[in-house]
T-cell receptor
């Protein structure tokens, strides 16, 4: 079965370190998204991509970057981790061009920045 | 800017009851609306996707309705079971066709008492 996987599932890091969260989907979807989920804020969009070599900023993109070198992967990088980036991060994908269609989520990556 | 509100924020009912979860959105020009379920420590699972041309969608004991003109959707759960306990979220496209991501409500935390 097609799926979307995230790694690591849990990570603890220190302020100022670079962190990369991986996202891999086997749906062959063009659209991929990164969200963060925080108490009181719900889910907020960080970055998204319509396809290879395409990346776009979402609502809370400061301090984050993504790259899309193939269809399957959209890694999320925190250039210099800050305590405010402690959160649960979700990767998602959808297949219909121009319209998100149905969105599929990974299991999440819990990041703690000390 | 699209905003999504879910009422109630939390709900606890005895097993067997039929219940309704509410979702409202500020911009009625949406392409679709999606309901998700999230279990503790897990990712989001898509339950129902309603296209703008549809009035409702059904899956098993779940029925979701959409009234674009009033900016409302409801999720009806029939004959609730303890396994239905989870957080339910609704989401609509951020703008236009929606390939640039979804705006989520903060969810309704549902507890079904055995």
């Amino acid at each position: 079965d097609a799926e979307i996987t995230q790694s690591p599932r849990h990570k603890i890091t220190e302020t100022g370190r670079q962190v990369t969260l991986a996202c891999h989907q086997t749906w062959n979807h063009n659209n991929m998204f990164w969200y963060r989920q925080d108490l009181g804020h719900g889910l907020r969009l960080i970055h998204y991509s319509y396809g290879v070599q395409d990346t776009n900023k979402g609502e809370v993109s400061d301090g984050y970057s993504v790259s899309r070198s193939n269809t399957e992967d959209l890694p999320l990088t925190l250039e210099s981790a800050a305590s405010s980036q402690t959160s649960v991060y979700f990767c998602a994908s959808s297949g219909q061009g121009g319209n998100t269609g149905e969105l599929f989520f990974g299991e999440g990556s819990r990041l703690t920045v000390l | 800017k699209q905003e999504v509100t879910q009422i109630p924020a939390a709900l606890s009912v005895p097993e067997g009851e039929n219940l309704v979860l509410n979702c409202s959105f500020t911009d009625s020009a949406i392409y679709n609306l999606q309901w998700f379920r999230q279990d503790p420590g897990k990712g989001l699972t898509s339950l129902l996707l309603i296209q703008s041309s549809q009035r409702e969608q059904t899956s098993g004991r779940l029925n979701a309705s959409l009234d674009k003109s009033s900016g409302r959707s409801t999720l009806y759960i029939a004959a609730s079971q303890p396994g239905d306990s989870a957080t339910y979220l609704c989401a609509v496209p951020l703008s236009g066709g929606g390939a640039d991501g979804l705006t989520f409500g903060k969810g309704t935390h549902l507890i079904i008492q055995p």
